[in-house]
């Protein structure tokens, strides 16, 4: 489901991998007209893994046509000067809900100050790997956080990369709020703004929102590598009879007091107390003891089954949450159901069919949504945009096609013919 927040702000995007991509679906999903270009075929992503199966050649893409849901497309040369021109043209055009660029693609030809001498109000956001313009995704960025050293037992020796792109998500959603916050400058005081974000200067800054970066400068200390231990307070994960497991947590003090008495260990926590000299009503404390306390659970979950132990965790107010495969979360009819949850719905997505896909995960009651549109035929909207917003008329835009400059819808897959999303 879309929210017409942005009321129509067309934003051009010319991107790859998945920040940029998806900084442009959370402007599509709040109402922003987003037009995504291409390079006639695709490019160096639209056939990434997984791809949907296919008895002529390469399935479709699951992962591009998540991203680029909720989006036009149009389908350019890139490489001929005719093309690029196309594109400079529409990231410039004028009207006061247009001028706006979203890329991570770092070519000269879409350069700020090139926009900016055929609009001077344009607002350009280019994601970068780092802020020297060099090349860095999100596992290289990663690796240089520290994250991987901590992550589930490990080191330096033995370093666990997490398989999220966490900065590349990050970085996607900081992108798309300083787009927003530049078009209400632009509204306000009619200039545009060169906005450029680093993936790496997001993992970073994250390091120091969260503390991390003081903590290694004033304390001189690194973080433990703990596990599954939730660091600065008590929460793990613990297996069922049933061979299940159930990851929780006791932060705050209404939470540990809720997880006290579901397992029934109030004597065991006052021992604790008694033998350690520690208070657990204190977090930190509490992550001291997080050995002698987990002795205490236990055996608490090992004699019951994940539903008894989900039941009675549920009875206490208790905070958890169960361990399972994206498979299992489909079929689920509990709390966290996706099927029963409204920001997903089910779409038809060309060379793909039928399937379940998020919306904007914000609610707002009261508020009218549209459905989510899927992920378009490369060139489907090619000659509508060229028409709408260039003004080209048919012979024009038949003199493109005839060049190779543009291209219309290419081939739907499943069908064997072309045709509009």
């Known amino acids: ?23 442009g679906l959370t402007l ?62 529409l990231a410039t055009a004028p009207g006061p809900e247009a001028g706006v660029l979203l890329t991570n693609i770092g070519t000269p030809w879409l350069a700020h100050g090139v926009l900016a ?8 956001c280019t994601i970068q790997g780092n802020g020297d313009g060099s090349t860095a995704v999100d596992y290289t960025v990663n690796c240089a956080t520290g994250y991987p050293l901590v992550t589930g037992g490990g080191s330096m020796a033995r370093p666990v990369n997490h398989v999220l792109p966490a900065w590349d998500i990050a970085c996607a ?15 306000r005081m009619g200039e545009g703004a060169e906005l450029k974000l680093a993936l790496s200067d997001t993992a970073f800054t994250m390091l120091s ?22 660091y600065g307070a008590f929460g793990r994960d613990f297996g069922t009879a ?10 705050s003090a209404g939470q540990w007091k809720c997880l006290v008495n579901a397992c029934g260990i109030a004597e065991g926590v006052k021992a604790i107390e008694q033998r350690t000299g520690l208070d657990l009503s204190d977090e930190a404390q509490r992550f001291e003891a997080r050995d002698a306390i987990a002795e205490l659970v236990e055996p608490w979950f090992a004699a019951r089954t994940r539903e008894q132990a989900e039941r009675e965790l549920d009875a206490h107010k208790a905070t958890w949450g169960g361990y399972g495969t ?13 099927a029963t949850n409204p920001v997903f719905e089910r779409i038809d997505t060309p060379g793909i069919g039928q399937h379940i896909a998020a919306g904007a995960a914000v609610r707002a009651p009261g508020l ?54």
């Open 242 to 251: 049933d061979g299940q497991r159930l990851m929780v947590v006791a932060i």
């Open 209 to 230: 929102h969260l503390g991390v970066l003081a903590e290694a400068e004033l304390l001189r200390q690194e973080r433990p590598s703990i596990g599954n231990h939730l």
């Open 173 to 187: 959603y900081q992108a798309a709020f300083a787009v927003v916050a530049a078009v209400d400058r632009r509204r």
């Open 28 to 89: 599509a999903q709040h109402g922003a007209d987003v037009i995504r270009v291409d390079m006639i075929g695709g490019g160096i992503d639209y056939g990434r893994m997984p791809r949907m199966p296919h008895p002529e050649g390469r399935g479709r893409s699951l992962y591009w046509t998540a991203l680029n849901k909720g989006k036009r497309s149009i389908a350019i040369d890139l490489r001929k000067s005719q093309g690029r021109e196309l594109i400079q043209a």
């Open 117 to 124: 001498a055929r609009r001077a109000d344009v607002i350009s």
């Open 368 to 421: 009218a949504r549209e459905p989510t549109a899927p992920a378009a035929l490369l060139g489907t909207h090619t000659d509508e945009v060229l028409h709408e917003v260039l003004g080209l008329d048919g012979v024009a835009i038949g003199r493109l096609h005839d060049a190779g400059v543009v291209a219309g819808p290419e081939c739907d897959p499943t069908s064997g013919s072309s045709g509009a999303a």
């Open 326 to 338: 994206v498979g299992e979360l489909l079929a689920s009819d509990s709390r966290v159901s996706v």
């Open 1 to 23: 489901m879309t929210y017409p927040f942005l009321n129509r702000l067309r934003v051009i995007e010319s991107s790859a991998f998945i920040a940029a991509p998806l900084a």
